[in-house]
């Protein structure tokens, strides 16, 4: 007899895309931050399918509100004015001070539409030859043709020829590296992540995010902050850039906004707010209402209070692993955490699953971002677990 997961492993392998390196587990339900495979095995998960189940699995709220919207309207495209979108958008301005919200499908394609804006406010502004976008070396953008040109890893810029034109790579952290960057004439724009998400968990440091933001907005460069794995309270603040004291052109968002529904967000300031007018940008999908209904009920319960759970919860697994055995160090802010081990870390997370711990990586690191309300004593149990790991893996 072969287990349910051996026989949905035969029947992905034969139908499904080679493009996953899958792990041999298959889930079939969860609740909070509680998972269940197919064989019947039960999971912590600290790694809310990468940072998207912002509130767990069948959170009370956000199911209730998906069903009720399923049951109401559950398409309508952007012909038409539509509630829960615009109940979305004047929450995300309000709790930023951003102007205007463009809603997509996808962190890639939010980047796509800052990419596009920042273009476009150029193009309007200074004419042509002014549109080349700066990024930072390591970082991670998407994996469209554009957004991979955006990603400054080489590991991503092969296969797919010609990319898109138009990007520039400054190694992060290096303020006059940067700045020389800026100052040629055909740049228009620098994006970047305040914390490096799948370059390893690397938070740029706040010196160099406030003087690029600086030198950009004395000469007209737009400042493009791709949040779309740190934002909607991951960091511990609703956005990650507010813990680094600027203010950006444009927020690009997705992971957690819906809590579990594809749905991407470009806010715009009070400069880029008009850039994209009508017939200039628009998508099929994009603010769908029951994605919409989903995101409402996941930003609504960013309180700063809930946020400084969230700081304190990050500050509790640092406290439980710092110093421990294998442990090199952790790094990043609230529950988005990277903890370099002196094993390696793909033994480190296969051993973890065994014993009933999703955990996940990172490059070489392993990468924790739990639901942002995951119940303390899970979270100890998990992180207690995933520490004994590490100690056996590193005496072994
Ligand atoms: C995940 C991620 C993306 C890509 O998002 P998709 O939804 O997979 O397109 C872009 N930027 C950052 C920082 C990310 O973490």
Redesign the pocket.
């Known amino acids: 007899m072969i287990t349910k997961t051996e026989q949905f492993e035969q029947q992905d392998k034969e139908y499904i895309a080679n493009t996953y390196g899958r792990f041999n587990v298959c889930f079939e339900k969860g609740k909070g931050s509680l998972l269940w495979d197919v064989d019947g095995k039960e999971y912590i998960d600290l790694g809310s399918g990468?940072?998207v189940t912002a509130f767990g699995v069948d959170d009370a709220e956000w199911s209730e509100a998906v069903t009720k919207q399923t049951h109401a309207l559950n398409h309508i495209s952007n012909l038409y004015y539509s509630l829960p979108q615009i109940q979305l958008a004047e929450f995300l301005c309000k709790a930023t001070g951003m102007k205007k919200v463009f809603f997509s499908?996808?962190?890639?394609?939010?980047?796509e539409c800052s990419i596009k804006a920042a273009r476009k406010y150029s193009h309007d502004k200074y004419g042509e030859g002014r549109h080349v976008i700066v990024t930072l070396v390591n970082?991670?953008?998407?994996?469209?043709i554009t957004?991979l040109s955006a990603?400054g890893q080489d590991v991503f810029h092969q296969h797919f020829f010609p990319f898109t034109e138009g990007f520039l790579h400054t190694p992060a952290n290096d303020i006059d590296a940067a700045i020389e960057v800026l100052t040629r004439p055909d740049v228009c724009a620098i994006m970047m992540?305040p914390i490096?998400?799948?370059g390893g968990v690397m938070p740029l440091d706040k010196e160099f995010v406030q003087a690029v933001t600086k030198f950009a907005h004395e000469n007209d460069k737009l400042v493009l902050i791709?949040?779309?794995?740190?934002g909607n309270g991951r960091t511990g603040s609703f956005y990650a850039y507010q813990q680094f004291g600027i203010e950006p052109d444009i927020v690009?968002t997705?992971?957690g906004l819906a809590g579990g529904l594809?749905m991407?967000a470009t806010l715009f300031n009070e400069k880029t707010q008009f850039v994209l007018n009508a017939g200039a940008h628009a998508t099929t999908f994009g603010g769908n209402p029951i994605c919409a209904a989903a995101a409402n009920t996941i930003v609504n319960r960013l309180t700063p209070e809930f946020l400084d759970s969230v700081k304190a919860k990050g500050e509790f697994v640092k406290s439980m692993l710092v110093g421990k055995t294998g442990v090199i160090g952790i790094s990043g802010m609230g529950l988005m955490l990277g903890i370099e081990t002196t094993v390696d870390a793909k033994q480190v997370i296969a051993k973890c699953l065994e014993k009933g711990v999703v955990v996940l990586s990172a490059k070489n690191k392993v990468r924790l971002l739990p639901a942002l309300n995951i119940p303390q004593e899970q979270l100890e149990k998990a992180i207690t677990i995933l520490g004994e790991v590490i100690a056996e893996l590193a005496h072994s």
């Open positions: 990468i940072g499908n996808s962190g890639a394609e939010s980047n970082s991670f953008h998407g994996r469209t957004t990603t992540e490096q998400g799948e791709d949040e779309v794995q740190t690009s997705a992971k594809p991407g």
